[in-house]
């Protein structure tokens, strides 16, 4: 005997229907973090700000970005950071209003490329990804193939638009400003700022400095680290000592301007 197709397929699909209502519920649950996780990470409040200021081809902002900040990546730091990155470092405006890089026109192109993909991707690992991948680039002596990095970080093409758009360079003017505004004035690049501390030649103990200035509760096990304990701020007389210190100078660059900081400051 035959059932009518209706009445069959009733039950199948109420079946259906249930199991779908509770695979979204089961999936609602494991979705919403329960309250209490929220404070496994620093509160929004207790973070610390890390600013870099860099230019995209000077070669020792490349370095630090790529064998010394990625660590705030590899580490838990970055639950307790709010990295922000400043792409514009030496450049300068001439009279003319056209912007003039340390490292020449790849460099003010690279840091319009990088500016505009901090901003279009606001997320702090998304456009980290991406300015590594550029700097690694960079650091090889490769930097024009920086379309790649789109690929390899799995980011969209938009930034290119920005540029050709001429937004960048409205981004870029922006940078320009923060970094002329600096207090001290940044004397060269990399040129690290933790909660508006300078770390000037001892930029490189960035750690050391994030992990002090942090005051939450939960401490992260990067600062807890026994390596970190045993690391002083000799780093940086050592350097001192060192008459070469690994970075890019602004008066190289400035000596070739006389109307930088006037120009946007007004
Ligand atoms: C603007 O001035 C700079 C530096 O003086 C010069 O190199 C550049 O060619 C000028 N650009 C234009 C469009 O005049
Ligand atoms: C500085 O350099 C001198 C000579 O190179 C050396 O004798 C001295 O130990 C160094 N000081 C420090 C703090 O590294
Ligand atoms: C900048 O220019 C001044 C005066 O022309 C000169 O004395 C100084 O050495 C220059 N600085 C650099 C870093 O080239």
């Known amino acids: 005997m035959k059932m009518p197709p209706s009445l069959h397929s009733f039950p199948r699909s109420f079946f259906f229907c249930c199991f779908l209502l509770l695979s979204l519920f089961l999936l609602l649950l494991l979705l919403v973090p329960p309250s209490s996780s929220s404070s496994s990470s620093g509160a929004p409040n207790d973070k610390v700000t890390v600013s870099l200021y860099y230019e995209s081809l000077c070669p020792y902002c490349a370095d630090f970005i790529v064998n010394h900040l990625v660590r705030l990546f590899q580490t838990d730091l970055i639950s307790i950071v709010n990295l922000r990155l400043v792409p514009w470092g030496n450049a300068w405006i001439a009279p003319n209003a056209s912007i003039i890089c340390q490292h020449g026109e790849d460099e003010c192109f690279l840091n319009t490329i990088e500016a505009c993909t901090i901003t279009i ?6 456009h980290f990804r991406f300015v590594e991948c550029l700097e690694r680039l960079s650091l090889e002596g490769r930097h024009r193939q920086w379309m790649n990095c789109f690929q390899m ?3 969209g093409t938009s930034p290119i638009d920005c540029y050709t758009s001429g937004n960048g360079k409205t981004i870029d003017l922006r940078y320009a400003k923060e970094t002329s505004e600096l207090k001290p004035l940044h004397r060269f690049v990399p040129w690290v700022v933790v909660n508006n501390q300078a770390l000037q030649e001892d930029y ?3 750690v050391t400095y994030i992990c002090r200035a942090y005051k939450g509760q939960v401490i ?6 026994s390596s970190l304990s045993a690391r002083t701020y000799d780093e940086s007389n050592e350097k001192v000592n060192n008459s070469f ?12 301007t006389i109307h930088f900081g ?3 400051k007004q």
Request: hydrophobic share 35%; net charge positive.
């Open 121 to 126: 991707y606001p997320d702090m690992m998304q």
């Open 245 to 256: 210190i690994p970075v890019c100078y602004a008066d190289e660059a400035r000596n070739l």
């Open 204 to 206: 490189r103990n960035f």
């Open 153 to 155: 970080t799995g980011l």
């Open 220 to 225: 992260p096990s990067a600062c807890r680290s």
């Open 262 to 264: 006037n120009k946007i």
